[in-house]
Every structure is written in C-alpha cells, then in structure tokens.
C-alpha cells in the first residue's frame, strides 16, 4: 500500500520567516496530493492540494511543490505569522483512481513573534 | 466551519461497551470516509462509503462497522472496546468517490476508553 513519510516533525520559525515540509510517497500511481492544516481540538483543515498534472501551485502565502519524478511534494509558507502556528499533514491518495487519504506523520509547526 | 458535522463531541466509556459515532456530511457530498487519529498510529483510513454502499476499506477493526443511510449521514459502531481504541474519530466527506476529490474533515468525536 501507499506510505507518505513527512519531514520534520517540528519546526520552529521566526515571525516572518519561511517554512518548508517536505514528504515522500511510494505508490506511483497517487495522482492527488492535499495538505491539511489542524489546529489544537479541531478537524483537519484542507489547506491546498495538487494533482499530478501539475508541478507547482500558489495560494496567497502557501505554495505546494511536486516532483512525480523523485516522488516527492512540499509545502511552502512565506511570511509566516504566528496563526500558522499548528500541526501540518500531508497526504496522497491510494492508486490512480483511489480516494483513500494516506497521511504522513505531520509537522508541528511553531511561529514565534 | 468545513460544513461536516460530528456528533458527540466528545464520548467515556468503560472496556467492554459499544458506541455510536454520527456524521453528517457538506450538503451535495455522497461520499463519507471515516479516519481514526490517535498518537501512535497518526491518521488512519478506516471505512469509505458512497451513496449508501461500502466503497473502500482500510485498517478497520472487525469489532468496527460503519453505515451510511438514505439521507447520507453515516455512522460509525465500535463495539467490544479495549483502551487503545481511545482515540479521536473524524469523518469526512466528498462530492463523489472519484477521481479524487477534496475531503473536508468533521470537527471529530473524542472516544476515551476507561
């Protein structure tokens, strides 16, 4: 089956600064690539996604990258603000026509005024 | 507010019972999905279903079922409970099984097993 590993597991920036995560998938055929967003005591919240037909797409400070070559994708935050401040998964779905989410571990994201 | 909604918030209850975990997903979406998150074992796909019928299962326990009902809300049965089914339960919903669609996740249910 799929496996999306995430890295890192914590990340601490400065206000204003970028951050990056970075994940890995196995299956070949994942064709779709969300990014999820959850803060303490709520759901997971859709971010951003991408399909494999696309290399690169931007969302006001978000931009999600995707390799289909080295089977990897990233997200990418600009001027973060301590709002970002939250725990980050990344997913892809299982085979081309799939729409089982498998997720990675997540990233704990800490912005400091 | 991603328009999935998720009742009880939060549930106790001793080994041995069986609960019952409600979704009702964004108006228009046909597909519900249930995920199990729980420290260990990060966020995990349980159960998919489509208009009524089972459409994809993953690592659901067989003390686990899950229905949706005509008017499209689902519920999830755990019975038998252990422990280490202690966890948050989230259930999401999509317009159609495919090709992939967004998921936009409920709130959850808290289950703590004591």
């Known amino acids: 089956g799929e496996n999306v590993e995430q890295h890192p597991s914590t990340l601490s920036v400065q206000e204003g600064d970028s951050a990056v995560i970075k994940c890995t998938y196995s299956?070949?055929?994942?064709?779709?690539f969300p990014w999820y967003k959850q803060e303490l005591g709520k759901g997971p919240q859709l971010i951003i996604d991408i399909r494999s037909n696309v290399g690169e797409k931007k969302d006001q400070r978000i931009a999600v990258t995707l390799n289909k070559t080295a089977k990897h994708f990233s997200l990418h935050i600009t001027e973060t603000q301590p709002e970002d401040s939250a725990v980050y998964f990344c997913?892809?779905?299982?085979?081309?026509?799939?729409?089982?989410?498998?997720f990675g571990g997540g990233t704990r994201v800490l912005v400091k005024p | 507010d991603s328009g999935v909604t998720q009742t009880p918030k939060h549930l106790i209850t001793a080994t041995g019972q069986r609960v019952t975990l409600r979704c009702s997903p964004r108006s228009g979406d046909l597909s519900v999905y249930w995920y199990q998150q729980s420290l260990d074992q990060g966020l995990q796909f349980l159960i998919q279903?489509?208009?009524?019928?089972?459409?994809a299962k993953g690592n659901i326990l067989e003390r686990f079922s899950a229905q949706q009902f005509p008017d499209l809300h689902s519920e999830l049965n755990l019975s038998s409970l252990e422990l280490g089914d202690s966890a948050l339960y989230f259930c999401?919903?999509?317009?159609?099984?495919?090709?992939?669609?967004?998921?936009?996740f409920g709130p959850g249910t808290r289950l703590t097993v004591t």
């Open positions: 299956d070949s055929a994942s064709n779709y």
């Open positions: 999401a919903s999509s317009p159609s099984p495919g090709p992939p669609y967004e998921q936009y």
């Open positions: 279903y489509y208009n009524g019928e089972e459409r």
């Open positions: 997913a892809a779905n299982l085979g081309a026509a799939g729409n089982k989410l498998t």
